[in-house]
């Protein structure tokens, strides 16, 4: 089992900046795909980043590239998304997602078999 605990929401201004932090534990496996998902009030969990294992691969939705930015640091377990140049559209609840097996997985919740409980981001316009 993984146990992932996210960290970083909060209130920000539109323009304004946030760093999400994911904090795994239990049975870890150092390079697993991770990935940050979001869901907004009354919608589907949307993808947004993910990486892969060695943190040498990368990819993100569209309606982010260029303002977010993920990264991992796998000494500490750890993921991060930083987020930048915030809109209210951006406004959910972002959720860390973990494979236990694989290096690389893709954009789809179904990869994906360890969740955090999520953390509220709000940005106001």
């Known amino acids: 089992q993984v146990q992932l605990v996210e960290s970083g929401g909060g209130l920000v201004q539109a323009g304004g900046s946030l760093r999400l932090s994911c904090a795994a534990s239990?049975?870890?496996?150092?390079?697993?795909?991770a990935a940050w998902f979001r869901q907004a009030s009354g919608k589907e969990h949307d993808f947004v980043a993910r990486?892969?294992?060695?943190?040498?691969?990368?990819d993100y939705a569209d309606s982010v590239k260029g303002r977010f930015t993920v990264s991992r640091d796998n000494a500490k377990n750890m993921v991060y998304l930083q987020m930048n140049s915030l809109k209210p559209e951006d406004t959910a609840v972002y959720y860390c997602a973990a494979n236990g097996l694989l290096g690389v997985a893709g954009r789809s919740r179904s990869a994906y078999d360890y969740w955090g409980q999520g953390t509220q981001v709000t940005v106001s316009s």
């Open positions: 239990g049975r870890t496996a150092t390079y697993y795909a």
């Open positions: 990486i892969s294992g060695g943190g040498g691969s990368t």
